[in-house]
């Protein structure tokens, strides 16, 4: 069957959670190994395959011109939180939140050891590089080389044992990689990256300890603040145990 330009299947078996939802935008939370959009490799399982089982007819509305409601990306290998627009005003107006960069997103990154400083902002450019890894396939991979383009993460250390370090980063811009790349820097590489990092980093975790756990934005209809939070992911409890970290969801509340 000849299927127009554009048309995205629908996929059941592609799962994931939904942290909210209205009938302008929805923020899910995409577990670990999806992919976020179709390309090669990856026409039918990810997560635009899973959104059009129920979201099809809106987000077939918005069509390539606004990236099917995709206002941005995740790794295939992090988890966390994604805002998803449903109608064209909504992913106009997050589009244009992220291009002023008023939206701020949190990431718990579980690192080899804490940095030298507890917190502080990192300002090193980022190339983006297509290496071909056989004669069929390529993947993306980047650097800092000061040929790339601006990059700024904000992090601060929240927990550490003698065995890791929980760190939360909040990556300003959004280029590739970026807080793999920049926690990597500071001495501080995230378990179970295997393209960034020191090999003793690779099985360390049994995926990436990477997870985006909190989106802040606008509404862009209601224009109200939104604060959209998730937990540790299960996947990764058992090696936060191990590593004798504590669970950042289950942390005691501060006296005010």
């Known amino acids: 069957m000849h299927r127009p330009s554009g048309y995205i299947q629908s996929n059941e078996r592609v799962t994931f959670s939904i ?3 209205d009938n302008d935008l929805l923020v899910v939370e995409k577990p670990t190994r999806i992919v976020s959009q179709p390309g090669v490799g990856h026409e039918h399982d990810t997560l635009l395959n899973g959104l059009f089982v129920n ?3 809106q987000l077939q509305q918005l069509g390539q011109a606004r990236d099917f409601g995709l206002v941005h990306r995740l790794d295939r ?15 106009d107006g997050l589009r244009k939140q992220f291009e002023e960069r008023k939206i701020n997103k949190y990431y718990w990154a ?24 056989n004669r069929y396939t390529s993947i993306r991979k980047a650097s800092i080389s000061n040929a790339g383009k601006p990059a700024v993460t904000a992090y601060r250390v929240l927990s550490e044992s003698n ?10 811009t959004g280029r590739l990689h970026q807080v793999r790349i920049h926690m ?17 980093v690779k099985h360390a975790s049994p995926r990436l300890a990477l997870h985006a756990h909190r989106i802040v934005f606008t509404h862009p209809v209601k224009e109200e603040p939104m604060d959209i939070r998730t937990k540790w992911p299960k996947d990764l409890r058992t090696t ?6 504590p669970r950042p969801d289950l942390e005691t509340p501060k006296p005010e």
């Open 19 to 21: 942290k909210y939802e």
């Open 77 to 91: 290998e992090t988890s966390g939180v994604m805002l998803v627009a449903l109608t064209a005003q909504a992913y």
């Open 163 to 172: 065995k890791a370090a929980l760190i939360e980063a909040r990556p300003v």
């Open 55 to 57: 979201y099809g007819k």
């Open 240 to 245: 936060l145990n191990r590593l004798d970290i």
């Open 110 to 133: 579980l690192c080899l050891k804490a940095p030298k400083d507890s917190q502080g902002v990192i300002k090193r450019p980022i190339l983006e590089q297509l290496k071909r890894k």
């Open 184 to 200: 990597d820097l500071i001495g501080a590489a995230v378990l179970g990256d295997k393209l960034y990092g020191p090999n003793i």
